[in-house]
């Protein structure tokens, strides 16, 4: 990770203004209900304001943090912890989405006091009625103890307030002196701006060229108070996925007593399937009656919408029997997936979703940045330091948060994105089924984007050889022919960073990553050649 310290011509925040992305970064056609999702309020959460004191806007910040969800007040936590004076830039929010997360990874990061449900395991179901355990704990964080802790963090290190929203951010190339110009038309001036805002701050940032679009999962979900649910899962254990089609042609309370190879949609229940979005059932049974039911579409293009999402669920809980009493809320859930990746050259630094940490197969963010703030944090103050001026400090940043490694790591989560996007019910069922037998370390890791580059490739690999040759066919033809697959080439041997640096004329040897992909896209050759 390194950053540029010459002059820089100044980065100005309109280029970013025509991203091609940025409807289906903020919501698409359900921008509306993704606006109201975020509008929420939860009048047991303290306000910011009343939280944190007043940032005094004559004076200047070490770092703007512009956000106040989980990772931009995690960051700014420890930016102060750092001895960095920080102002956070938001209006007033509160957390209002559902978080399920791995046990062992919250564990890792202190955080296991925040959840208010745990789960000794999770379960899936992909066809008729095998249930694959999954083997891991699973945990729901409670919004209010996550909040508040990481509020409480804020206000011992030294976090001040600005109640505004943002319009334009800029960074001197001669100075450290970066300034951010509020909706109400006031400034704010500070040495290095960063945007921790979720996808939104899109707006403000420039990408890459030559990827596959924006994606999205979409979920729709309700807490509520439900019958029978005991008799369709088991009511100790968290229920993952279940991508069983029973959310159409079966009639009430029989989605239990199909037998195997025997559904009323013909064999193994997936017949006349080829052109539909899969969506999968997610669930966490709370105690009581009391259940969060979730319909899920892991990835599509275009998003599935809420309105068929809401029609699967219900669908989905009378065919299992399950009767739906009080719903205590309702939620919809909105994440952009995959895409291009920010460029190192900015008008501002950015963290958690606003710089794409986002993880593009499974949509997984909220464990990523709090693992990640404290380095983040030690980057910061690294560049503030070193760096001559804010755009080079703004570019130290980028470059330590997107690293080539992590480029290339990306790069193959967006293959397996674009994979995804493309398999209908059948073909998913038949996926995960593989994913799942992998060794405990491979899924993990891929899940908590822990695998190297390197170890990608392996995971690539052992997921081809155990893998049906439906399967097989299709990791193939997409690896060859698919814009994702030339795009994760493109970062393995380097040549994305030709959008933004001078073409290196020094041979270098290949890294064991370039030299892996080649090696793998030879194979793939000679499997498509054998298989004509």
């Given amino acids: 990770s390194g950053g540029s310290g010459g002059a820089q011509p100044p980065v100005s925040a309109l280029a970013g203004q025509h991203d091609p992305n940025y409807a289906a970064r903020t919501g698409s056609f359900e921008a509306p209900l993704v606006e109201a999702q975020a509008s929420k309020d939860d009048p047991e959460q303290p306000s910011l304001a009343g939280a944190l004191p007043a940032f005094d806007l004559s004076a200047t910040a070490d770092v703007a943090v512009v956000g106040a969800g989980p990772a931009g007040l995690a960051l700014a936590a420890e930016l102060a912890q750092q001895g960095l004076s920080v102002a956070l830039v938001s209006p007033e929010a509160k957390f209002v989405n559902n978080y399920g997360v791995w046990l062992d990874e919250f564990r890792e990061i202190g955080l296991e006091h925040t959840l208010d449900a745990v789960w ?18 699973y945990g729901r964080v409670c919004r209010r103890r996550l909040r508040q ?6 206000a011992e290190a030294g976090v001040q307030y600005v109640e505004a929203e943002v319009d334009t951010a800029s960074s001197a190339s001669d100075q450290q002196a970066a300034q951010l110009v509020l909706a109400d038309g006031r400034t704010l001036r500070c040495r290095l701006p960063v945007l921790a805002s979720g996808v939104a701050a899109g707006r403000l940032l420039k990408y890459e060229e030559g990827v596959p679009a924006v994606a999205a999962q979409t979920a729709y979900g309700i807490e509520a108070e439900v019958e029978g649910y005991a008799a369709a899962y088991p009511p100790d254990k968290m229920l993952f996925m279940d991508f069983r089609r029973h959310h159409t042609g079966l009639y009430d309370g029989t989605a239990t007593q199909q037998k195997p190879g025997m559904s009323q949609h013909g064999q193994d229940g997936l017949w006349g399937t080829e052109g539909e979005t899969p969506s999968f059932l997610y ?32 669908r989905r809980c009378r065919a299992l029997g399950i009767k739906v009493g009080e719903v205590h809320e309702e939620e919809w859930s909105y994440i952009p997936v995959g895409g291009p990746l920010p460029l190192p050259d900015q008008p501002a630094a950015a963290f958690g979703a606003a710089a794409n940490l986002v993880h593009p197969a499974t949509g997984y963010s909220i464990t990523r940045s709090l693992r990640e703030a404290p380095a983040v944090a030690r980057a910061a103050k690294q560049a503030l330091e070193e760096q001559p001026s804010s755009a080079a400090a703004v570019r ?41 037998k992998l060794p405990a370390s491979y899924w993990r890791g891929f899940l908590a984007s822990k695998l190297s580059s390197v170890d990608l490739l392996s995971f690539a690999m052992l997921t081809w050889v155990l893998a049906p040759p439906n399967i097989k066919a299709k990791l193939i033809a997409h690896f060859m022919a698919d814009a ?6 493109s970062c393995y041997t380097g040549k994305n960073r030709e959008q933004w640096e001078e073409p290196q004329e020094s041979a270098a040897p290949l890294p064991t990553a370039a030299a892996g992909m080649l090696l793998l896209q030879q194979l793939a050759a000679a499997a498509a050649e054998r298989a004509v």
Avoid at 149 to 154: A, E, V, Y
Wanted: charged share 25%; net charge positive; proline share 4%.
């Fill in 283 to 314: 669930a966490m049974p709370l105690g009581g009656n009391r259940v969060f039911l979730e319909e899920t579409c892991l990835v599509a293009r275009p998003a599935l919408p809420f309105a068929t999402l809401k029609r699967r669920l219900e």
């Fill in 484 to 489: 994702s697959g030339r795009y994760m080439i």
């Fill in 120 to 137: 000794d395991d999770a379960v899936c179901f992909f066809k008729d009625a095998q249930m694959v355990r999954v083997g891991r704990p």
């Fill in 149 to 154: 802790h990481l509020l409480s963090r804020c």
């Fill in 396 to 436: 130290f940043l980028w470059e330590a948060l997107w690293t080539q490694e992590r480029r290339r790591q990306a790069s193959f989560q967006v293959f397996g994105m674009e994979l995804l996007c493309q398999l209908d019910a059948r073909a998913t069922a038949d996926f995960f089924t593989t994913f799942f």
